[in-house]
């Protein structure tokens, strides 16, 4: 124990040793923040001659999809026409709706033209949310709307009605303040990619582990050094975001600073395993940039877009799915969606300890 708590005092200071970085390390998440969330908010300001968006629906008579297209929220933003799935395909094709929606069996899909435009991303977007159970109508406030807010149907089998998700209308703002600190919290990786680096790629690290320190101590020193202070740096753009900005982050405090906890582990691991897959300090970095700029992407991290097929698969990237469980918490979303999506954080993040613990015996034991 005592081993363990020298190598982390020694490593928590190692990375508060520049404070201007420190400072700068911190900053640049809340600018960016205020200038997503700002520059685009006076963009998409609400306009009130909103007019809804003309689409032709296919759907079972009496049935769940049928009360939420003709649910009141709903015809705010979408005209519907409810025909048979052949006219519904034609009005597509003549131009006369933006997307038709198609339910045969209990299966819902969505047909679109090729050259779908930003129009047709808010009807996609809301029915996208009635089959995902998503809580954000970020893309029909882009588009100038005042969405109120709407529960999407939380079960697998569709059954279950729109409701309101209570007194709070998600702004670009709240939006950027939680796609962007579980961007930056997972470059909060480098502060363990630091320390690895210089406690085993380096002539001091191979110093260390000659040493008396045992290896449990050495790694758990590190990484708990590595791991507070990215929660710290996190923590300050959080509470920054939550009094300055008035980012609304809902009821459960609790469960989101867990989500982000959770956030800041997968990273460190994340980290520590591409180092010990590439053996290069500046290969390992290159590979998390990227990785991580992708995975922000697809996750509607920068802005919200519709993949397809392929949003099934890109909805369990870390970012997606502490999305999930933040957006949720704050604007009402599935529970048990949530708290699945959560565990599924921490099982990624204990299979990338694994790896890395298994990719490093041999080198640690050299």
Known sequence: MRDFLAVFTKSFKYCWRDPGTVIILTAFPIALIFVLGNALAGFISPA????????????????????????????????????????????????????AIIEENGEVSVIRPRNAGMN?????????????????????????ANPLELLPLTSAELTVTAAP?????????????????????????????????????????ARVLTTPVSKPALIGGLLAAATVTSYLQGMITFLFTWFVYGVYWGENIFLVLLTLFGVTLFSQAFAIA?????KSPNATMAAMQSLIWVMTFVAGGYVKLDFGAAQNIFRFSPNSLAHTVIFGSAFGGNQTRMMNDLALLFIYTAVLFIIAFMLGKRRLTK
Do not use: H
Not at 59 to 88: H, W
Not at 166 to 174: K, L, M, T, Y
Not at 274 to 278: I, K
């Open 120 to 144: 047709a991303m808010i009807p996609i977007s809301i029915i996208d949310s009635y089959k995902q159970i998503g809580a954000a109508m970020t893309i029909a406030i882009m588009n100038g």
């Open 48 to 99: 009130y001659d909103f007019e809804p968006l003309p689409v032709s629906a296919s759907v079972e008579t009496g049935g769940n999809l049928e009360a939420f297209l003709q649910s009141e929220d709903i015809l705010r933003f979408l005209d519907v026409t409810f025909t048979t799935p052949e006219n519904a395909e034609g009005l597509v094709e003549s131009g006369e709706a933006y997307i």
């Open 274 to 278: 591409l180092l010990l897959l590439f």
């Open 165 to 205: 998700l209570g007194n709070r209308v998600q702004s670009a703002i709240d939006y950027y303040a939680v796609t962007m600190i579980v961007m930056i919290m997972l470059f909060a990786g480098m502060n363990g990619l630091e320390l690895f680096k210089k406690s085993m790629f380096s002539e001091t690290g």
